[in-house]
């Protein structure tokens, strides 16, 4: 049990470093983003002190400590107790649990879509296209879901990366699942980052990268030759920079 206080809890700080560095306060929409009910139950207590106050932001991050989200998931989701008017079934199946934490702690947040295998927990889309973004890309949140992420778009918005800072280029090798990576329509500049390069060319034939989008950009620079080698893409659309 504890280790899925682990999960949830690196789940959260990914989140938290991606919503702060986006601006989320100002997104367009933000339903349910760290809004959490079994967190913010105002008859809930604990021995590690753990916060009562509800609603989104990432000033609330703070008090959800590891020692917290343990409470609640031994109290609360695993041990079949009663929940803001919900029961939750008893689980028996250890390969269920897990599945069973993810959809409490992040029912319905806006933008994130949670497996429907319960034998793979976690999420498999980000779809944040259209939302006033405003900021810069990390790679944390290519390390979502242990790096699981079959589908990443944030296009249309306003992410400002300067591929030239190596601090803020994007490193796809952190996600060898991700499938789809669309960051049209943005403000990106400097040159395509070379990691993109080496993820996507056949030597690197684990990744399962199809789709590619950095169009309508400020990206400079000329392409790599070994653009060619990406033989496994379906779509690569670099116009309009």
Request: with cysteine; net charge neutral; glycine share 6%.
């Amino acid at each position: 049990m504890k280790e899925y206080a682990n999960v949830i809890k690196g789940e959260i700080d990914i989140l938290n470093d991606f919503y702060i560095q986006t601006d989320g306060d100002k997104w367009t929409r933000n339903t349910n983003w760290f809004d959490f009910p079994v967190l913010n139950s105002k008859t809930s207590t604990s021995s590690s002190g753990g916060g009562t106050s509800s609603g989104m932001g990432s000033e609330k991050i703070s008090q959800y400590t590891y020692d917290t989200i343990h409470f609640y998931i031994k109290k609360h989701i695993l041990n079949c107790k009663s929940l803001q008017g919900e029961t939750y079934p008893c689980i028996t199946d250890e390969a269920l649990e897990l599945s069973a934490v993810y959809s409490v702690f992040f029912i319905d947040w806006y933008g994130l879509t949670l497996s429907n295998d319960p034998q793979s927990p976690g999420f498999i889309e980000l779809n944040l296209k259209r939302n006033n973004m405003i900021g810069v890309l990390t790679n944390t949140i290519l390390q979502l879901s242990n790096s699981s992420l079959l589908s990443i778009d944030l296009s249309h918005n306003k992410l400002n990366n300067d591929f030239s800072n190596t601090k803020y280029t994007i490193d796809l090798s952190k996600n060898k699942k991700l499938t789809s990576l669309d960051l049209s329509n943005n403000q990106l500049n400097g040159k395509l980052p070379s990691s993109v390069y080496r993820t996507i060319s056949s030597s690197h034939s684990n990744t399962e990268l199809i789709h590619l989008d950095f169009s309508h950009n400020k990206l400079t620079g000329t392409l790599s030759a070994n653009i060619a080698k990406c033989t496994q893409l379906h779509v690569i659309k670099l116009n309009n920079n």
